[in-house]
C-alpha cells in the first residue's frame, strides 16, 4: 500500500508541480470555456486526456516508444498554444458541436503530454515487475490532480460570470490571452533548442 501512495503522489505532483506548469495551462485552456452545467464533459475530457498521457508512458515503459525531450517539449508548448487560440476565436459560441474532433484532439495532445515524461517514468519503472500497476497508480494520481485542477476552473468561472457578473466572452478571451502571454517565453525558449 505504500508503493500506492508514492507512485500515487508521484502523479498527482506530476500535475500539480508550478515549476512544470504546463500541465495545469494546457487543462486551463481545455475546460476554461465550460461551467458547472457541463461538469460531466469537463471530466470526461480531463479523462481523455489522462487516457492519451498513459498511453504514451505505458509505450515508453514497455520499450515501444523512445523520443527526444528537446521535440516534445517544443510539441507540448504548441499544444497548449493551439488550445488557447482555439479558444479565441470560438469564445462567442455556446459550445464546441464538433465534440469527437474535441476529444480525438484531446487524446492526442495527452499523448505529447505523456512522452515529455516518458523518459523520466521510464527510469522509475525499469527493473520493475509490475510496470501496469505502477502505471495505474500514477495514472491515478495524475487524474486525481487534474480533477483538482478542472474544479479550481470550473469555481473560478462561477465566481467570476455568476457572481462577479464578467461576461462569458470576456472571461474566455482574457483568460485564454494570459494563458498564451505565460507560454510565450516557453515556447520560445522550447524552439530556440532545437535549433
Given at each position: 500500500m505504500s508503493d500506492f501512495w508514492l507512485y500515487f503522489k508521484l502523479g498527482l505532483e506530476h500535475v500539480l508541480d508550478w515549476q512544470a506548469y504546463d500541465h495545469i495551462l494546457f487543462l486551463i485552456s481545455l475546460v476554461i470555456s465550460y461551467s458547472f452545467s457541463s461538469w460531466k464533459k469537463v471530466l470526461y475530457l480531463a479523462s481523455t486526456f489522462t487516457l492519451g498521457h498513459t498511453i504514451s508512458l505505458m509505450l515508453s515503459a514497455y520499450g515501444i516508444v523512445n523520443v527526444d525531450t528537446k521535440y516534445v517539449e517544443a510539441l507540448i508548448a504548441i499544444s497548449i498554444l493551439i488550445t488557447a487560440l482555439f479558444n479565441l476565436f470560438t469564445a462567442k459560441k455556446k459550445e464546441?458541436?464538433?465534440?469527437?474532433l474535441l476529444y480525438i484532439t484531446t487524446v492526442f495532445f495527452g499523448i505529447i503530454h505523456g512522452l515529455g515524461f516518458s523518459t523520466y517514468f521510464k527510469m522509475i519503472a525499469s527493473g520493475m515487475e509490475n510496470k501496469f500497476l505502477l502505471l495505474l497508480e500514477f495514472t491515478l494520481g495524475i487524474e486525481a490532480a487534474?480533477?483538482?485542477?478542472?474544479l479550481s476552473v470550473l469555481?473560478?468561472?462561477?465566481?467570476?460570470?455568476?457572481?462577479?457578473?464578467v461576461n462569458r466572452r470576456d472571461w474566455i478571451l482574457v483568460i485564454s490571452a494570459i494563458v498564451i502571454g505565460i507560454l510565450l517565453p516557453i515556447l520560445q525558449e522550447t524552439l530556440m533548442q532545437l535549433w
Open positions: 464546441n458541436k464538433n465534440a469527437l487534474q480533477i483538482i485542477v478542472v469555481v473560478f468561472t462561477f465566481i467570476f460570470l455568476k457572481v462577479l457578473k
